[in-house]
């Protein structure tokens, strides 16, 4: 798994979306410019094939049953993202590693990097771990 190119997609985050975010996480969209690049490098999975919950279903993982876990994230944000901006997504499966944790028991973490592009390059990447819950 580790090496699996995502298929890219194209990501917009619209002005209406923003402040919506904002609202759910307690910011002021036109004051706090940190929602809309955490929102961004955070989604830019949903807009990549075969998406969230198909890429845990490659990993052996039922995220309805499963209840796999965000582990961490780690941002990279080069230049500023612009509300109603077309950029392209990619992403890329980095890290398959199998762990057995005293409480929990066998489980895997799983790393994707997804990234943001426009026409002078990539503008800004998030580097995610999943924990996937095993038997």
């Not at 919506?20 to 490098?41: E, F, H, K």
């Not at 990549?48 to 990993?59: C, D, N, Y």
């Not at 973490?109 to 943001?116: D, G, Q, Y």
């Amino acid at each position: 798994m580790v090496g699996t190119m995502l298929e890219s997609g194209t990501f917009v985050l619209s002005s209406e979306r923003n402040r919506q975010i904002a609202r759910s996480v307690g910011g002021d969209a036109d004051a706090d410019a940190t929602i809309n690049a955490m929102w961004a490098l955070t989604s830019g999975l949903h807009e990549l094939e075969p998406g969230l919950k198909g890429l845990f279903a490659q990993a052996g993982c039922d995220i309805e049953r499963d209840g796999p876990m965000l582990g961490g994230i780690a941002l990279d944000l080069r230049r500023p993202l612009a509300l109603d901006t077309p950029y392209r997504a990619e992403g890329e499966v980095i890290g398959l590693e199998h762990k057995v944790g005293r409480r929990r028991g066998p489980f895997d973490l799983l790393t994707v990097r997804t990234s943001l592009h426009d026409d002078q390059g990539e503008l800004a990447a998030a580097t995610t771990t999943y924990i996937v819950p095993r038997p």
